[in-house]
């Protein structure tokens, strides 16, 4: 069993910053990818930045530039540092981790909503 825990998120201002940490655990010996994805109410969900076990990066394009993720990854941790945020980054932020042993999956997160007021 797996589980992801997110934590961060809350309420902010326009131009202000965020981080958010997401933290996996159970059995977990090798994976594949760790990221966070965005669900704004009315769209689909989309990518924002991810990063594979090699640390190679993927960013969403309207967030290149103004977001961050890093991690840590003898624990299983993901970090996503938000920058200049904007109305349009409002949404709810789930992490994502993909395994590939013992078991390989998906795994969610529950979710933690970001608010940027304008």
């Known amino acids: 069993q797996v589980e992801v825990v997110e934590s961060g998120g809350g309420l902010v201002q326009v131009g202000g910053s965020l981080g958010l940490s997401c933290v996996a655990s159970?059995?977990?010996?090798?994976?594949?990818?760790m990221g966070w994805y965005r669900r704004a109410p009315g769209k689909q969900r989309e990518l924002v930045a991810e990063?594979?076990?090699?640390?190679?990066?993927k960013y969403g394009d309207s967030v290149k530039g103004r977001f961050t993720i890093s991690r840590d990854n003898a624990k299983n941790t993901v970090f996503l540092q938000m920058n200049s945020l904007e109305p349009e980054d409002t949404a709810v932020y789930s992490c994502?981790?993909?395994?590939?042993?013992?078991?390989?999956?998906?795994?969610w997160g529950q979710g933690t909503q970001v608010t940027v007021s304008s």
């Open positions: 990063i594979n076990s090699g640390g190679d990066l």
């Open positions: 159970g059995r977990i010996f090798r994976w594949l990818t």
């Open positions: 994502n981790i993909r395994t590939l042993s013992p078991i390989a999956g998906h795994y």
